[in-house]
């Protein structure tokens, strides 16, 4: 949610400045090397321009990219794998980067989806002048439907995708992007009640209604029926807090609650999204043990955690890089099943426990 301070050349995955090649990577056995393609959006709903970083199955051999402190297994432009693939979008958290959760997407990937990672204009670690404002809440679920649109209609990939098995996975603000896509209908009184009633409250969304800077609106979400389902990490839930917000939303969807969250508060936002989900049997919800509100985000080279302080920080005793292989392998695994059509099965979670 905070703003996260970190090294321009790190991100510039969707101009590939600053980036160096080294030796080719092997791949294990069963795994698609990850390919990756620039993807331009213009979202017609919101009049913006913006980026996707889309990467997708591979049978070209990757190499290790650096950019920056950063490595990554990457095929540039390289040749999409046989198959229809399933597309998955992943929305990044206010102020975030569309390379915050490449963990989970290398891993869709290797497992055969194709994965878009937008970053939100005027939303993001460049440019976070929207961060709380109700043009943010409205324009987040556009830039989704512009995202698959965009892909879509990408000469490289679009032939290459399953357009019956399209998901959302969202952090944070990205969460509540998710939701809002998939029809959940949101309404801004809900954070400046919030807020004003509690001083104790301190969403970092706050600041602007207790400023008298929050319009209440309600913001009625078009479902985008091409969603089949969501995961939300440790999403911002209040918005959604009116008994019928949640009533267009009937799609399997994951909810994982920080178990440690500081930069939101329980009851108010992933106990809000559970109490009020339509269909209780279409939710998986767990909490993650020990889990910080940036624990979702990829784990950092240990050079950088200085320059980043809380994103870069979870509570003691919390494995980032441990968590991250669990997380990553339940959202394939949940994914993978919910897609096609077997959303009834009880899913073996890793990562978190129930409720």
């Given at each position: 949610m905070k703003n996260i301070k970190l090294f321009t050349v790190?991100?510039?995955?969707?101009v590939l400045a600053g980036c160096s090649e080294s030796t080719e990577v092997q791949k294990n056995n069963g795994e698609f090397y990850i390919g990756y393609e620039k993807v331009d959006v213009e979202s017609k709903a919101t009049g913006e321009?913006?980026?996707?970083?889309?990467?997708?199955?591979?049978?070209?051999?990757?190499?290790?990219?650096?950019?920056?402190?950063?490595?990554?297994?990457?095929?540039?432009?390289?040749?999409?794998?046989?198959g229809k693939f399933p597309l998955v979008v992943i929305s990044h958290g206010s102020g975030g980067t569309n390379l915050g959760h490449r963990s989970i997407a290398f891993a869709l990937v290797k497992s055969g989806f194709v994965v878009g990672m937008p970053l939100h204009p005027k939303n993001n670690y460049i440019n976070n002048q929207f961060a709380?404002?109700?043009?943010?809440?409205?324009?987040?679920?556009?830039?989704?439907?512009?995202?698959?649109?965009?892909?879509?209609?990408?000469?490289?990939?679009?032939?290459?995708?399953?357009?019956?098995?399209?998901?959302?996975?969202?952090?944070?603000?990205?969460?509540?992007?998710a939701l809002a896509v998939a029809g959940g209908k949101a309404d801004t009184s809900h954070i400046v009640d919030l807020c004003l009633s509690n001083s104790q409250i301190n969403?970092?969304?706050?600041?602007?209604?207790?400023e008298n800077k929050t319009e209440k609106v309600k913001i009625e979400n078009l479902r985008d029926e091409r969603i089949k389902a969501i995961v939300m990490m440790a999403p911002v839930g209040i918005l959604f807090n009116s008994a019928d917000s949640l009533n267009k939303v009937d799609i399997p969807a994951l909810l994982l609650r920080a178990e440690r969250d500081t930069e939101l508060t329980e009851p108010y936002?992933?106990?809000?999204?559970?109490?009020?989900?339509?269909?209780?049997?279409?939710?998986?919800?767990?909490?993650?043990?020990?889990?910080?509100?940036?624990?979702?985000?990829?784990?950092?080279?240990?050079?950088?955690?200085?320059?980043?302080?809380v994103?870069?920080?979870?509570?003691?005793?919390?494995?980032?890089?441990?968590?991250?292989?669990?997380?990553?392998?339940?959202?394939?695994?949940?994914?993978?099943?919910?897609?096609?059509?077997?959303?009834?099965?009880?899913?073996?979670?890793?990562?978190?426990?129930?409720?």
């Open positions: 790190a991100f510039a995955f969707s321009q913006f980026s996707v970083a889309l990467i997708y199955p591979s049978d070209t051999p990757s190499k290790q990219v650096n950019f920056g402190p950063f490595k990554m297994e990457l095929s540039i432009g390289g040749k999409v794998a046989e709380g404002t109700v043009s943010n809440w409205k324009n987040r679920p556009q830039h989704i439907s512009a995202s698959i649109d965009a892909i879509l209609s990408s000469r490289n990939v679009s032939e290459s995708i399953n357009a019956q098995k399209i998901a959302v996975v969202g952090h944070s603000t990205g969460g509540y992007t969403e970092p969304f706050c600041g602007l209604a207790r936002q992933s106990e809000v999204i559970a109490k009020n989900y339509r269909n209780p049997k279409l939710l998986t919800y767990c909490t993650v043990p020990n889990a910080g509100h940036y624990s979702f985000i990829t784990p950092f080279p240990e050079a950088m955690k200085n320059e980043l302080g994103v870069g920080e979870d509570p003691d005793g919390f494995d980032r890089r441990a968590f991250h292989e669990t997380l990553s392998s339940d959202i394939v695994n949940f994914l993978d099943q919910t897609l096609n059509s077997e959303h009834n099965k009880k899913l073996q979670l890793t990562s978190c426990l129930d409720g």
